[in-house]
């Protein structure tokens, strides 16, 4: 599937645009200069008309004149009135629909991830399963198949939870039912879950004891869950990430790092962004849809937090979610 609008399509479309823009502010200022030109036409005639042995010809000529300045002065106002007018209105259009390409080769590029993130834990599903059902194995390749199994079920479950609550961010449809909840309970059976999951993994904890904060349990566990998977997927199998929970002050952080290949300096907040990754959608390797850290922004800011990333020490990425205090 190839994005809707290529990069050549664009430029020709913005060299479109700006050579009707020019040719829009040119008209504007011929359309001054010819009716200056009638304006100096008329004011010669009628000075033409006035008899020079007229003794009120000084008092008539300067009539005309201060009639000229004043068609002048008129011309010259509804001039800059429409100059900033079109231009103005140029910049919005511009800006709106350079937007509204943008957006949807974003989309573009999620309904291509989208499709090998669904087809690729099917895949893998159906076939651990007809193996359970073609052949006879022993105890321990039949139990590493159903883990198999569960592991990608489980990432199918996940994709669809964040499919759903992004639209429903989206539309305003998600009410939130906030509640007192023990934050370092939350945090630890996230990490264990992902420590069952991906037992050949090393995820290193360091969380504070009795953290409570008010909010939401799902989304709680979903922006802790989308920051392990993240950090899990930008880094290294035989290198560990951490994640970490502690009081500072009024404020509650939650930090999940990884020593992956880190993040530019320029993109650090483009990560946020709805459908954004980094590269080619062709061509990258890494799974992921673009939606993990846009929702983990959106959760943050619905308890009334922020989020940010920072560079890790030696090498990769650090994701810290900050809330106030419950």
Known sequence: MRPVYKPQKLEVVSMVYWILLTYMVAALFWWFIALEKQNQDITNIRLSEIKKDDPAYFEKAKIIDQAKKIKTAQYVGEGLTFLALTLLGAVFVFRATRKQLKLSQQQQNFMMAITHELKTPIAIAQLNLETLQKRKLDEDKQQKLISNTLQEANRLNTLCNNIL?????????????????????????????????????????DISESIYLNGETLLL??????????????????????????????????????????????????????????????????????????????????????????????????????????
């Open 221 to 326: 566990q979903m922006l802790v869950n989308n920051l392990i998977e993240n950090a899990l997927k930008y880094s290294p199998k035989e290198l560990p990430i951490s994640v970490a929970l502690a009081e500072t002050g009024q404020k509650i952080k939650l930090c999940v790092s990884d020593e992956g290949p880190g993040i530019a300096d320029n993109e650090k907040k483009k990560v946020f962004e709805k459908f954004y990754r980094s590269g080619d959608e062709s061509t990258r390797k890494t799974k992921g849809t673009g939606l993990g850290l846009y929702l983990c922004k959106r959760i943050v800011e619905k308890h009334k937090g922020y989020i940010s990333v920072t560079d890790n020490t030696p090498t990769g990425s650090s994701f810290t979610a900050t809330f106030n205090l419950a």
């Open 165 to 205: 609550f992004a639209s429903q961010l989206d539309a305003g449809a998600y009410r939130s039912n906030n509640e007192e909840i023990n934050f370092t309970d939350l945090v630890e059976g996230c990490v264990d879950d992902y420590k069952n999951r991906f037992p050949q993994r090393q995820i290193l904890e």
